[in-house]
Every structure is written in structure tokens, then in C-alpha cells.
């Protein structure tokens, strides 16, 4: 089993930038793929980003490309999602979550351990 502890989310203004952290223990992960998810008030979990832990080959959904990059850190056991240009709608919980089976999907029932999340809010 993977723990997973996020932080770094608080509230900014639109247009600030944010590093999200997560940090993993419990297990080497260089098998998994890792990902971030968010989920605003009244919504479904959405696929944000994910990176294979062994390769670093990273995938984003179509609303934060170019604009949120995911990275991780090895050595550390600790995943990162670089937000910038943040806009109100990227206000939601922040969670990090892993896919052990690598299965590529989107969906959050694809992904198992997951932390318990951070808040991040953008003013307008």
C-alpha cells in the first residue's frame, strides 16, 4: 500500500502560478504510473495529469495542457504538478493517486492509494 500526502495548495489570484506536492511511502514505485486529480464542489473527479514513475512520460488532460506540468522526483518519492496561468475554474480539491497496473486510463477507478487532497483557489 502507497501513503500519499499532498500539499502546497492555498489560495491566488488568476493568472498566479502554484507547485502542488505529494509525497509517497509505503512503496517503490518505479512500476507505477502516478497521477493528479481534481474535483470542484458539485462535480465528478477529473483526470488532470499522470506521469510513469520509470520513464517520467508524462499525459495531461486537454484543459491544463500547456499550462500544468506534472514531474516527479525520484531520488524523493515525491510527485509535483507545476500549475501556471491559473484560471477560477481550476478551483477544486487536488489529489494525487497511483495506477498500479499502468493501465493509461482517465478514469479515477483506475487509480487505487490516494491522498487526501489539498484545496486550491483561484480569485477572479
Known amino acids: 500500500q502507497v501513503q500519499l500526502v499532498e500539499s502546497g495548495g492555498r489560495l491566488v489570484q488568476a493568472g498566479d502560478s502554484l507547485r502542488l506536492s505529494c509525497a509517497a511511502s509505503g512503496r517503490n514505485l518505479i512500476t507505477y504510473e502516478m497521477g493528479w486529480f481534481r474535483q470542484a464542489p458539485g462535480k465528478e473527479r477529473e483526470f488532470v495529469a499522470a506521469?510513469?514513475?520509470?520513464?517520467?512520460?508524462?499525459r495531461y488532460s486537454a484543459s491544463v495542457m500547456d499550462r500544468f506540468t506534472i514531474s516527479r522526483d525520484a531520488a524523493n518519492n515525491t510527485l509535483y504538478l507545476q500549475m501556471n496561468s491559473l484560471k477560477p475554474e481550476d478551483t477544486a480539491v487536488y489529489y494525487c493517486a497511483v495506477d498500479r497496473w499502468r493501465t493509461g486510463s482517465r478514469s479515477s477507478a483506475a487509480f487505487t492509494s490516494w491522498g487526501q487532497g489539498t484545496q486550491v483557489t483561484v480569485s477572479s
Open positions: 506521469i510513469l514513475w520509470s520513464t517520467g512520460i508524462t
